[in-house]
């Protein structure tokens, strides 16, 4: 595609035209040598615009490019959600479409490949994983457990039912577009505690028809 050069550009083209790029190569995220293949306009032109590169990709939804100091909780919390959401252990290629907002070159620059990205992940989410959230003051009647399970906990719900819905049985690795969700099977506005015995896992149909009510389980 040829580019415009020398003819005016509004923020809102420019953005448009970043997220165009990220469609045709179906990525989460649009380095910006893929962009000089297939975009527009001038790279430096989206620098000077909104001060960075990865200022554009935040602009239209997009995961960083190249984002350095990524937390290894980050790291790890993105792990979760794309072996949430495939219902298995994620692949590398994975990496670059969502629901990631992560490439695959943090990972590398951390731990050296993605097997051991994912190895450093099962060792982090293993360490104490049945552990109550941190206490925060309550009532007497209500909750003393904060009402989101940590990373830990939500690995060793999904993990114990085999990512898979508790109530009929759906796993996004057979079919999927199943959404997997971790819920308290007491409600947590009902006084239910955020431990593991209190968590199951359920696709989003039956968490939706749960609603509010005492699980059987």
Known sequence: ?????????????????????????GASTVSQQKYNECGQYD????????????????KVGLSLSNEVNISDERLFENILILWQHDG??????????????????????????????????????????????VAVEKNVNEPKTARDPSLRLRWHVL????????????????????????????????????FLYNLQTLCSMCNLGKSNVHSAK
């Open 1 to 25: 595609m040829t580019r415009v050069s020398g003819q005016p550009v509004d923020d809102a083209e420019l953005l448009a035209d970043l997220k165009r790029v990220a469609e045709i190569i």
């Open 43 to 58: 790279v430096s032109t989206v620098h000077r615009r909104f001060g960075s590169w990865n200022n554009a990709l935040l």
């Open 88 to 133: 298995r252990q994620p692949r590398r290629s994975e990496l670059a479409k969502p629901p990631s907002t992560i490439s695959q070159y943090p990972y590398n620059r951390r731990f050296g490949s993605w097997t051991a990205a994912l190895e450093a992940f099962i060792e982090y989410a293993n360490v104490n994983g049945t552990e109550a959230p």
């Open 159 to 194: 993990q114990r039912d085999r990512f898979t819905c508790c109530t009929c049985g759906a796993s996004p690795a057979l079919s999927p577009g199943v959404e997997l969700h971790v819920d308290h099977i007491v409600p947590w506005s009902k006084g239910g505690e955020t």
